[in-house]
């Protein structure tokens, strides 16, 4: 996963209330793809813990893969690292929502 960089670009779409990231994939100094994700609330339930500190209340969240395009065997490993990111932001669940568009290279 090192060898594939990732920039991510936080947007607010004001359309369908929700956060989208824009990703950027790029090897070396080369692009080799983009996508983009948008994040909604599931079901407008929140969770509610109590600890000894107090309460706190947290929203789940899932992603939706607008888009995705990635050169070659690079999109297995971009999947993974922007998967990795979305859970890290807490997403509970990731859908895809896109057509995959990849080139394959072939000799």
Known sequence: MQSISMKVNPLYSDMDMSIQFH???SKGDCKVGEAMVSTYVMNN???YRKSQVGTSTSIEKCAVIDRYD????LGEVSMKKMRHFLKVIGMAEVHCGYEMNSESVSN
């Not at 990635?70 to 065997?73: A, C, D, K, L, T």
Request: proline share 0%; no cysteine.
């Open 23 to 25: 990703f950027e994939f």
């Open 45 to 47: 339930q929140v969770k």
């Open 70 to 73: 990635v050169v070659g065997e």
